[in-house]
């Protein structure tokens, strides 16, 4: 009677997505009593717990238990989520043999089986892997109808989803997302299993992400971070949420919160024992570390992506030349524009080519570049991208001393950021509003539009980009390369005011405060507020 209460148990745990109790009743029991679902179970928990080793050997066992019992079916089935797992872990190789297994085992089963929806989902996963969008868009649609057809909820749902993905992939955004929507509404109901659901959030996220439809990437995002604390212990895409939260924290311009998301993210798949969207979190990291001009910083987390097979790029060119190399910047943006032909991955690397091209006098190139991503802005439907456009279309303008296009394109584009509100794509606007002006002959409205920008810039920490507008203004020439915001900091620090006393008289928060002194501190090369205050003395600062 023990036992039978024991796996009655450990099975309503399971029933009940309480994870941690599922997996120790089930770990804790004989094996010899478990039946072939029991060790599915086992399974699904400790993949669901990021004990990956312990997930592959409980659904070997499961695939051994169907074949011991002559369900070769049931055994498929087995072969299907070891596939999967494995692929999910990085392990593509011993994967993809088990998916030849299954594929073995299935040649000899007669008639028209759901099994085989199941190896077709991971014939258009093994596409999509391979770059081979056309063949993943041909089979994708097959796996929905085995869905539709067995009624089987898993299959349906990833189905949808696949033609969700590779539709977007072909251009018809709209559409794309409509299906993606459709699979969603299954795993938002609970029809859909844990594992295939943590797979369709996360995927469905960064398909939004990659056509920079915010909005709705926030929405997703919001519903997997509830998704994930609704299931106490769990591990699993924990890690992709965070690199989530962390693209949207950058976007709205809290990077030292974004860079520690997206370390915590990274933590998160170390503790899973690794995963191929760690490269992502490192990139991501990268960016908001150029943003606040940490060069070095940023470097490391570019080569860190790159060494865990994420492109590194086009953020590393933006870096080379922020740091005073053009030639390499440039060199680079013309190589990845000639790999990078899908529209999807190409409308992310547009801005920053644009961005680049521009300020190397590369103006022929720079305006195909933009009015290529402009088209793409109208085709996708998404405001960042429409913004991105216009910014771009603007700062090709400046640069060719055309001021009422750049003022006309820069103000459209302000006016989009400021809807998704991202403070320093903002600010970036103002400077082209401001430049545009000038060349207007506007002097005073650009001295405001800029200085504008330049407070903005130094609210969030952006020293790079804060400076640069101080060269504009004419007042970049501060001692020690100090910026007005790091300025007015010394002044206070130098009649002995404390950080939270700063913080409350530049109404900025006291973890921006220490940033802003440590750069102060790095810039003077000194190592204490005594020292820091006799440079302010000595160069007449108070």
């Not at 088990?98 to 596409?127: F, K, M, P």
């Not at 844990?194 to 939004?208: F, N, Q, R, T």
């Not at 991955?345 to 521009?358: M, T, Y």
């Amino acid at each position: 009677m023990g036992l039978v209460d024991d796996l009655h148990r450990a099975r309503e745990a399971y029933e009940r997505r309480e994870w941690v109790a599922a997996y120790r009743a089930l770990a804790d029991l004989d094996d010899t009593h478990l039946r072939a679902d029991d060790f599915a179970a086992l399974a699904v928990t400790a993949f669901l717990l990021g004990r990956r080793n312990d997930c592959y050997q409980a659904f070997q066992r499961a695939y051994q238990a169907e074949l011991d019992g002559g369900d070769t079916l049931g055994a498929v089935r087995a072969a299907y989520w070891l596939a999967l797992t494995l692929w999910l872990g990085g392990e593509a190789t011993i994967g993809s043999g088990w998916l030849a297994r299954g594929d073995r085992l299935l040649g000899g089963v007669e008639g028209d089986v759901v099994e085989r929806g199941y190896l077709l989902h991971l014939a258009t996963l093994g596409h999509v892997a391979e770059g081979e969008f056309a063949e993943a868009a041909a089979t994708a649609p097959g796996v929905t109808e085995y869905g539709r057809r067995f009624s089987d909820p898993d299959l349906t749902a990833t189905g949808l989803h696949c033609e969700g993905r590779m539709t977007i992939f072909s251009g018809r955004v709209a559409d794309g997302l409509r299906l993606l929507d459709e699979a969603m509404v299954s795993v938002l109901a609970g029809e859909v299993s844990p594992i295939l659901s943590g797979m369709i959030y996360c995927s469905s996220v960064e398909a939004c992400q990659q056509i920079s439809d915010f909005g709705r990437m926030s929405e997703w995002t919001h519903a997997l971070a509830n998704w994930c604390d609704s299931q106490p212990g769990l591990v699993a895409f924990t890690g992709q949420c965070a690199v989530h939260r962390g693209q949207l924290m950058r976007l709205h311009g809290a990077y030292r919160d974004a860079i520690d998301e997206l370390e915590h993210a990274a933590g998160r798949y170390a503790a899973a024992g690794g995963s191929p969207a760690v490269g992502q979190a490192h990139y991501e990291c990268g960016e908001a570390l150029r943003i606040s001009g940490e060069h070095h910083a940023a470097e490391a987390a570019y080569a860190e992506a790159a060494g865990h097979g994420h492109p590194a790029q086009p953020g590393r060119a933006l870096l080379w030349l922020a740091r005073g190399r053009p030639d390499a910047a440039s060199a680079a943006i013309h190589r990845v524009l000639a790999e990078v032909r899908d529209p999807v991955h190409r409308s992310q690397i547009l801005p920053a080519g644009v961005d680049v091209l521009a300020a190397v006098g590369e103006l022929d190139d720079a305006a195909s570049l933009a009015d290529e991503l402009r088209g793409f802005g109208s085709a996708f439907g998404c405001t960042a991208l429409r913004a991105a456009g216009e910014y771009a279309t603007a700062s090709v303008a400046v640069a060719a001393g055309d001021g009422e296009k750049a003022l006309a394109a820069a103000r459209n584009a302000a006016d989009g950021w400021s809807r998704l509100s991202a403070p320093y794509e903002v600010a970036r606007c103002r400077v082209l509003i401001g430049r545009a002006l000038r060349l207007l002959g506007d002097a005073d409205s650009a001295v405001a539009d800029l200085d504008e920008a330049r407070r903005a810039f130094a609210s969030l920490g952006a020293a790079p980009a804060e400076h640069d507008v101080a060269e504009l203004l004419g007042d970049a020439r501060a001692p020690g390369g100090l910026s007005p915001r790091e300025i007015e900091v010394l002044r206070l620090v130098a009649v002995g005011n404390s950080n939270p006393e700063i913080a409350a008289a530049l109404v900025l928060s006291e973890k921006t405060v220490a940033r802003h002194l440590s750069n102060i501190f790095a810039k003077l090369d000194v190592g204490s507020r005594t020292a820091a205050a006799a440079f302010a003395f000595r160069h007449h600062l108070v």
